[in-house]
């Protein structure tokens, strides 16, 4: 039972655009929800989060949206650099709990 | 400013051997996480541990495996009889234990069953 999920396996996006990474999950008790970025041979790196009482978080170039009714997340990248390439993994996690639930990640490719 | 430490990076192992993987986490957390990563897949929860006690191993196969994370040292994770569908990145991750806080992942061990 995947109740986080990223359907996209990868995206490919040309320099300077937008990146647009989704993520949607299937817990309504979820309530804190984070972004990882993922680098081969690298353990995941923690960019930005988002919780429940927010519809969007900003650091950067990088925006959280967060849509409670639909049950989905999207991750914004503005403008794209290459350095961005990596594998983008979303979690979630309920408050006062401890087990943070994974997507299965987004292969992104930021084309020069 | 340590991270998450964790080794060996690479473990090659032949079927039926024991694998010990290691993890330090970061200065001043005491809750500590093992994650698995097959290829192509994404982190599968694996034990939840706070100083000497597993809070959480329904992630974790009941046979062979097995987690530790002592009052002093390193949290253990030790893998008996090692099979050749245990090759996968291991991920250790530690957070203080506060509400929402993100966790803090090492780099992994890659275990590799020959």
């Known amino acids: 039972d995947q109740q986080v999920k990223q359907n996209s396996p990868s995206l490919s996006v040309q320099e300077g655009r937008i990146s647009i990474l989704n993520c949607d999950y299937t817990?309504?008790?979820?309530?804190?929800f984070l972004w990882y970025k993922k680098y081969p041979a690298e353990g995941p790196t923690f960019l930005i989060s988002?919780?429940?009482?927010?519809d969007k978080n900003e650091d950067g170039r990088f925006t959280v949206f967060l849509n409670k009714s639909a049950k989905h997340l999207s991750l914004h990248i503005v403008p794209s650099q290459p350095g961005d390439s990596a594998v983008y993994f979303c979690?979630?996690?309920?408050?006062?709990?401890?087990?943070?639930?994974f997507g299965t990640g987004t292969r992104l490719k930021v084309l020069a | 400013n340590a991270g998450v430490m964790q080794n060996p990076r690479h473990l090659v192992r032949r079927r039926g051997q024991e694998a010990r993987l290691r993890c330090s986490p970061v200065?001043?957390?005491?809750?500590v996480y093992w994650y698995r990563q097959l290829p192509e897949e994404g982190l599968k929860f694996m034990v939840y541990?706070?100083?000497?006690?597993?809070?959480?191993e329904s992630g974790m196969p009941k046979e062979r495996f097995s987690a530790e994370f002592p009052k002093e040292g390193p949290s253990i994770l030790r893998i008996q009889q090692v099979v050749r569908g245990d090759s996968a990145a291991y991920f250790c991750?530690?957070?203080?234990?506060?509400?929402?806080?993100?966790?803090?992942f090492g780099n992994g061990t890659r275990l590799t069953v020959t």
């Open positions: 991750a530690s957070s203080p234990g506060s509400s929402n806080s993100p966790l803090h």
């Open positions: 817990n309504s008790m979820f309530d804190y």
């Open positions: 988002i919780s429940s009482i927010k």
């Open positions: 979690a979630a996690i309920k408050a006062g709990t401890y087990k943070y639930i």
């Open positions: 200065k001043g957390h005491s809750h």
């Open positions: 541990l706070q100083k000497e006690n597993i809070i959480d």
